[in-house]
């Protein structure tokens, strides 16, 4: 009887641990890089270093655009901004990011919006150079696009 209770304890110490062991593995990343460079330039709201955040989750996927270099010309207030962010795809069609997602932004800020929703598929190789990012602003497009491809590389989906 003693045998029968030690292993079942050590089973469910074991299979305690291999649940604890899934809850703190890693998830694995689904796409690569996960962070990007670009100098865009983007109008009236000025031009420089901008870092794109990208992240997936089986066919969806998010995309955040912030610059330190492009900034506010006037307040701008959260969730107001319409953008429409299109990224070239080497692999296929262009894929397209939309959404109204932004902090409050008061005059001089560093501009950010999203993240920014779209559909990928697996093999997708986005790139900022060849696409822009469209964003409208109490009724004024301002269109951001770059000269350069992004760094390190596009961003690739699994």
């Known amino acids: 009887m003693r045998g029968k209770r030690i292993g079942s304890g050590a089973a469910l110490l074991a299979g305690a641990l291999a649940v ?9 990343v689904a796409v690569a890089p996960t962070t990007a460079t670009v100098t865009a330039s983007c109008g009236l709201f000025g031009g ?6 990208a992240t997936q989750s089986g ?7 912030t610059s330190t270099a492009v ?7 959260a969730n107001s901004i319409a953008s429409t962010l299109t990224m ?37 190789s986005l790139n900022f150079l060849g696409g ?4 409208v602003v109490f009724g ?3 269109t951001c696009t770059t000269s350069s491809t992004q760094l390190p590389g596009p ?3 699994d």
Request: hydrophobic share 45%.
């Open 20 to 28: 604890t062991g899934l809850a703190l593995a890693p998830s694995a």
């Open 48 to 53: 420089g270093a901008a870092t794109l955040t």
């Open 59 to 65: 066919t969806s996927a998010t995309i955040t655009f």
């Open 71 to 77: 900034t506010a010309p006037i307040q701008i207030n």
């Open 88 to 124: 070239a795809n080497s692999t296929g069609p262009v894929r397209v990011f939309t959404g109204s997602v932004n902090p409050l932004m008061p005059v001089g800020s560093p501009i950010t919006v999203g993240p920014l929703n779209g559909t990928v598929a697996s093999g997708d």
């Open 132 to 135: 822009s990012l469209k964003m």
């Open 140 to 142: 004024i497009t301002v």
């Open 155 to 157: 961003f690739v989906f």
